[in-house]
């Protein structure tokens, strides 16, 4: 079993930064696939991001050039630096991991909420 803890969201001005942090425990994770989800009020969850054991990286479009994925082995912890933040990229953001044989995200954390003011 794998507990994820999100942490770092909060209230900010367009164009400004957050970073959000997703402290595992339970398990080392440097071997899992790790993602971060958000979801708007009255949207699907979408990926917005997800970083594999070997370091690559994916971004949806939405956030791509203005949103850093990255992991801290030695912290089991996975951050996600956002910057130029926008109205839109106003969401409950959730931090999720799966094992390399899984397709599903088996574990997720209890979401932080991010809200950009215009």
């Known amino acids: 079993q794998v507990q994820l803890v999100e942490s770092g969201g909060g209230l900010v001005q367009a164009g400004g930064s957050l970073r959000l942090s997703c402290a595992a425990s339970?398990?080392?994770?440097?071997?899992?696939?790790m993602g971060w989800f958000r979801q708007a009020p009255g949207k699907e969850r979408e990926l917005t991001a997800r970083?594999?054991?070997?370091?690559?990286?994916y971004y949806a479009d939405s956030v791509k050039g203005r949103f850093t994925i990255s992991r801290d082995n030695a912290k089991n912890t996975v951050y996600l630096q956002m910057n130029s933040l926008k109205p839109e990229d106003t969401a409950v953001y959730y931090c999720?991991?799966?094992?390399?044989?899984?397709?599903?995200?088996?574990?997720w954390g209890q979401g932080t909420q991010v809200t950009v003011s215009s």
């Open positions: 999720a991991a799966r094992s390399k044989t899984s397709i599903q995200y088996a574990y």
């Open positions: 339970g398990r080392t994770i440097s071997t899992y696939i």
């Open positions: 970083i594999i054991w070997s370091g690559n990286t």
